[in-house]
């Protein structure tokens, strides 16, 4: 459940506007596009990556208090990579996964032929 930055009531998060304060939730009305808002009296640029590498070059900057652009810069643009220590067994459990038809029958072949040197 999402909360409206203004008036701080639970919103559905595919709201365009809130039901409760008529605050505009969503970029141009459109679900797929969201509108960042600041949830006091400050700036979002403060926090936002495209303020601090000056980037940005909408006219509200540097006292936007709603944008449809912002990014938190204490997050990532892009997601961390798999570290190497484990990028080996997780392309291991990728091709097992791919492959787990051919991975069941060479299992099964396998169980058979020591079934019959058992004997
Ligand atoms: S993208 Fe928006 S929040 Fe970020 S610096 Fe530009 S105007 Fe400010
Ligand atoms: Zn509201």
Not at 55 to 75: E, G, M, V, W
Request: hydrophobic share 35%.
């Amino acid at each position: 459940m999402f909360t409206c930055p203004r008036c701080k009531q639970p919103v559905n998060s595919q709201a365009a506007t809130c039901p409760h304060c008529n605050n505009q939730l969503k970029a141009f009305g459109h679900p797929g596009m969201p509108l960042y808002q600041s949830t006091n009296e400050e700036a979002l640029c403060d926090r936002c990556t495209y303020h601090l590498d000056d980037t940005c070059n909408f006219p509200q900057r540097p006292d936007a208090k709603s944008c449809t652009l912002f990014h938190d810069y204490s997050i990532p643009l892009v997601p961390e990579a798999i570290p190497a220590s484990q990028k080996g067994w997780a392309e291991i459990k990728n091709w097992l996964y791919r492959h787990r038809g051919l991975v069941a029958i060479a299992l099964l072949i396998f169980v058979s032929v020591i079934l019959v040197w058992a004997r």
